[in-house]
């Protein structure tokens, strides 16, 4: 639902009185990056210069993510670890980092998001550079690191994407939303790289714990200099309620003065009655299950399927060969990057000819992930070639989702409630997701393994396996997904009342 064409003319005459006052993020319709030199104080240039932190710190925040998996070889031989203690460190970085995630998003609706920013960069970076220098007798401290390490980067993705949410309208929201969500795959990628890089070049797979901590302290230095301490929601309707005496902060619904505030408890009942946001979340759930079990465990499975073959032998000199990560690594760079672009560019062309494109865009590319995983892990013992195309396909239709999911939650969601409800997302994606999917493949792994006498061809067929799970659960992502295109016009237009 448009706003008043009242509200609408009130608020475009008092852009410039606007404008002039210091919000954090002054108001106006300059929300996209000019094409011209624009001063330098203008609020273009501001927030472009945000968006730009911001996307560099969820850089960070997936290379330090994915680390573990990147030289996991090494970690599994220095602890003298099992496939199901393997697949644990990366469940206890996922259930800290989706418990804490609810804390955060509270946090982010009611007090000063740059600071909860702040501190999140210095806590996990802080942590990150500690664990660089646990030593094998100490499995369990390594674990409890990662786990604080989760919690650290929760506050960053729980917040973030609300500030962008203030700083640009629903047409630019969607383009700069795909720009912050293409450093998931892109940082993801490049953990690996970075670990397998640093393990190879040194010989030591700690230096690759060294390395992110010095990028987080400069993230940390360009949020304290660049990042307003507080962002104000720019829409010509909250400009004219801000003037008309109603000044609220960002996260606040128009019409809802300050003192009327819900609970936290009244906005999850808001959120559970959303069917749009519900399925939406499992149809995420199902991805984040997908991809937290690709993301452990390819590299030890293409490994296994290459000793099977005899391409390469077994892993007995203190590095391990790292060539699958680094090829892994390439791959989520580059097939992350275009699915974010196509998703986004698919989404903001097919949503003008139809309101249920979104869901049933996900939907699609859930469903032909799914196949593609499935035929990779047939093929992966005879042709290592074809297995690398078809999780490069697999990948690129997930990657085609991770802006899109974004976008329909804050336009189904309303203002005042979004980290909230990011936050109650990111806690059932990771709960149901990939918090259980690294403990369950490894531990279904060595059930089968048990089975039998321990040779390169049951380790192979047992994390074969297992991982054909992954299929399953992807087309059940499509499932969920369909169901929210039921749902989505009338929940997108309760979230637009006023």
């Avoid at 073959?309 to 990057?337: A, K």
């Avoid at 279904?444 to 054909?468: E, H, V, Y």
Wanted: with cysteine; proline share 5%; charged share 15%.
């Amino acid at each position: 639902m448009q706003p008043p064409r009242a509200h609408e003319d009130t608020g475009l005459q008092l852009q410039a009185l606007l404008e002039g006052q210091n919000y954090g993020a002054a108001a106006g319709d300059g929300t996209r990056c000019p094409a011209v030199p624009a001063p330098r104080n203008s609020p273009a240039v501001r927030d472009c210069l945000v968006v730009a932190v911001l996307c560099f710190g969820n850089l960070i925040n997936f290379m330090d993510w994915f680390i573990v998996p990147g030289i996991l070889l090494d970690i599994q031989k220095y602890f003298g670890l099992s496939d199901g203690k393997t697949g644990l460190l990366q469940t206890v970085f996922t259930l800290c980092y989706m418990l804490a995630a609810p804390i955060f998003g509270y946090l982010g609706d009611r007090y000063n998001r740059k600071i909860i920013l702040g501190a999140g960069i210095l806590f996990w970076s802080g942590v990150t550079l500690g664990s660089s220098f646990i030593t094998e007798s100490y499995y369990r401290i390594f674990v409890l690191s990662r786990g604080l390490v989760g919690i650290g980067t929760a506050s960053y993705s729980t917040i973030a994407p609300t500030i962008i949410a203030d700083l640009f309208e629903e047409g630019k929201r969607t383009t700069v939303l795909s720009i912050f969500y293409i450093f998931i795959p892109v940082g993801s990628g490049c953990g690996y790289m970075l670990a397998a890089g640093m393990a190879k070049s040194t010989g030591d797979w700690h230096w690759a714990f060294r390395v992110t901590p010095c990028m987080g302290g400069l993230a940390l230095v360009l949020l304290i200099l660049l990042v307003p301490p507080r962002i104000q929601r720019r829409t010509a309707r909250h400009r004219a309620l801000s003037i008309s005496g109603t000044r609220r902060g960002a996260d606040e619904t128009p019409g809802v003065p300050r003192t009327a505030k819900t609970t936290w408890c009244q906005d999850v009942g808001s959120l559970a009655k959303n069917c749009s946001f519900v399925w939406s979340s499992l149809g995420l759930t199902a991805m984040a299950f997908v991809t937290g079990a690709l993301g452990m465990w390819v590299p030890l499975f293409l490994y296994r399927a290459q000793l099977v073959q005899g391409i390469v032998p077994p892993c007995l000199q203190e590095s391990c060969n790292s060539s699958n990560s680094l090829i892994f690594g390439g791959i989520t760079v580059g097939t992350g990057i275009v699915g974010v672009v196509a998703g986004a560019e698919a989404a903001r062309r097919l949503r003008k000819m139809y309101n249920k494109a979104d869901p049933l865009i996900c939907a699609t590319s859930m469903f032909s992930s799914a196949l593609c995983l499935y035929t990779a892990l047939m093929l992966a013992q005879t042709s290592i070639l074809s297995t690398f195309i078809f999780i490069a396909f697999g990948e690129l239709f997930l990657s085609v989702n991770w802006a899109v999911v974004t976008d329909i939650l804050l336009y189904v969601v309303t203002p005042r409630r979004q980290s909230t409800a990011i936050a109650l997302q990111i806690l059932l994606s990771h709960l149901l997701g990939d918090a259980g999917s690294p403990y369950l493949i490894g531990a279904i792994s060595n059930a089968l393994q048990a089975r039998g006498a321990p040779s390169f061809q049951s380790s192979f067929r047992s994390i074969q396996s297992s991982f054909a799970i992954c299929a399953f659960v992807g087309a059940f992502g499509g499932a969920f997904f369909l169901l929210t295109s039921l749902y989505i016009e009338g929940d997108r237009r309760e979230a637009e009342r006023p």
